[in-house]
């Protein structure tokens, strides 16, 4: 049997990668004591890794696709294909930034005061790329990690993560400058996309995890409508096409069915109701393909 293999992100991203995998259709189960994963398709091999070390593998041909962040595809300089964007990370549907931070009390206040100046990060290349473009000359060090602590104490400044900041501020740091926003990728080897079923296998993978983003953005609603008011309660409605209308048994009376943006059900609801509509019925959506 032909398969495809992919490799999925270890860490930060791996609860919301998997999560989203399983909206999408696929149920994928991890073994703690292992980086190899079971999914319930014959046709998948999947593995964890590093997001760090991911482009590298996939342009090495190690793997024919996998998720890895745009920070990482640049910081490697990976010559592979990114078949699509998903925005979403550990605890939201967001991008994080990619931000040179240095303590409240630097006297760093600028690009330009960086000159001369240490900066530790697990990004080097994406950060001397930056440095280079804005002329300015700094020692760029390698962080093995726990990189906010250095700030100040070994480093002038920092190149982190950051998802909401919250953690540079609890260790007394500001943002300098946001080098880039960073969201996941799926990305492929370019030599097994040449392969008409892994590209459409690839492809198809694509299609249903961008499905099941989307769905965690929107809703369902389904109620009863009087034909006197369904004009201005279709009105009222931002379907993503023209909601559905179905004819109840009762006449005169009318079955609507829409999809909706989540975050307008809590105000639409209670407009709906006061135009007459009726068994109003918020649902959630595990997928939706346009």
Same mark, same amino acid.
């Given at each position: 049997?032909?398969?495809?293999?992919?490799?999925?992100?270890?860490?930060?991203?791996?609860?919301?990668?998997?999560?989203?995998?399983?909206?999408?259709?696929?149920?994928?189960?991890?073994?703690?004591?292992?980086?190899?994963?079971?999914?319930?398709?014959?046709?998948?091999?999947?593995?964890?890794?590093?997001?760090?070390?991911?482009?590298?593998?996939?342009?090495?041909?190690?793997?024919?696709?996998?998720?890895?962040?745009?920070?990482?595809?640049?910081?490697?300089?990976?010559?592979?294909?990114?078949?699509?964007?998903?925005?979403?990370?550990?605890?939201?549907?967001?991008?994080?930034?990619?931000?040179?931070?240095?303590?409240?009390?630097?006297?760093?206040?600028?690009?330009?005061? @960086?000159? =001369?100046?240490? +900066?530790?990060?697990?990004? #080097?290349? %994406?950060?001397?790329?930056?440095? *280079? &473009?804005?002329?300015? !000359?700094?020692?760029?060090?390698?962080?093995?990690?726990?990189?906010?602590?250095?700030?100040?104490?070994?480093?002038?400044?920092?190149?982190?993560?950051?998802?909401?900041?919250?953690?540079?501020?609890?260790?007394?740091?500001?943002?300098?400058?946001?080098?880039?926003?960073?969201?996941?990728?799926?990305?492929?080897?370019?030599?097994?996309?040449?392969?008409?079923?892994?590209?459409?296998?690839?492809?198809?993978?694509?299609?249903? @995890?961008? =499905?099941?983003? +989307?769905?965690?953005?929107? #809703?369902? %609603?389904?109620?009863?409508?009087? *034909? &006197?008011?369904?004009? !201005?309660?279709?009105?009222?409605?931002?379907?993503?096409?023209?909601?559905?209308?179905?004819?109840?048994?009762?006449?005169?009376?009318?079955?609507?069915?829409?999809?909706?943006?989540?975050?307008?059900?809590?105000?639409?609801?209670?407009?709906?109701?006061?135009?007459?509509?009726?068994?109003?019925?918020?649902?959630?959506?595990?997928?939706?393909?346009?």
């Amino acid at each position: 049997m032909k398969k495809v293999k992919i490799v999925l992100p270890k860490g930060s991203l791996q609860e919301s990668t998997i999560s989203l995998f399983s909206r999408a259709g696929f149920e994928i189960k991890v073994d703690s004591r292992s980086y190899y994963l079971s999914v319930d398709d014959p046709e998948i091999e999947a593995v964890l890794l590093r997001p760090q070390e991911i482009p590298r593998y996939i342009e090495m041909g190690a793997f024919d696709a996998g998720i890895s962040g745009k920070d990482w595809i640049l910081e490697n300089k990976a010559k592979v294909v990114e078949i699509c964007e998903f925005k979403y990370a550990k605890t939201g549907l967001r991008p994080v930034k990619i931000v040179i931070a240095v303590p409240q009390d630097s006297p760093i206040k600028d690009i330009k005061d @960086l000159e =001369g100046k240490i +900066i530790a990060t697990e990004l #080097v290349n %994406l950060t001397k790329d930056f440095l *280079k &473009k804005h002329n300015v !000359k700094a020692k760029v060090e390698f962080s093995y990690g726990a990189t906010e602590i250095k700030a100040g104490n070994l480093v002038d400044a920092i190149v982190d993560i950051t998802e909401t900041g919250k953690t540079l501020s609890s260790h007394n740091l500001k943002i300098l400058k946001v080098i880039m926003e960073s969201t996941p990728r799926l990305i492929a080897n370019k030599k097994s996309l040449c392969d008409k079923w892994k590209r459409e296998k690839i492809e198809n993978i694509a299609m249903l @995890l961008n =499905g099941a983003l +989307i769905g965690m953005t929107k #809703v369902g %609603l389904k109620m009863n409508v009087e *034909k &006197k008011n369904i004009d !201005k309660i279709v009105k009222i409605l931002p379907a993503m096409k023209k909601p559905t209308i179905s004819p109840l048994t009762e006449e005169g009376w009318y079955a609507l069915e829409t999809i909706i943006e989540k975050s307008q059900a809590k105000k639409l609801i209670p407009e709906l109701k006061k135009l007459g509509a009726e068994g109003i019925v918020e649902y959630p959506l595990n997928k939706v393909i346009y």
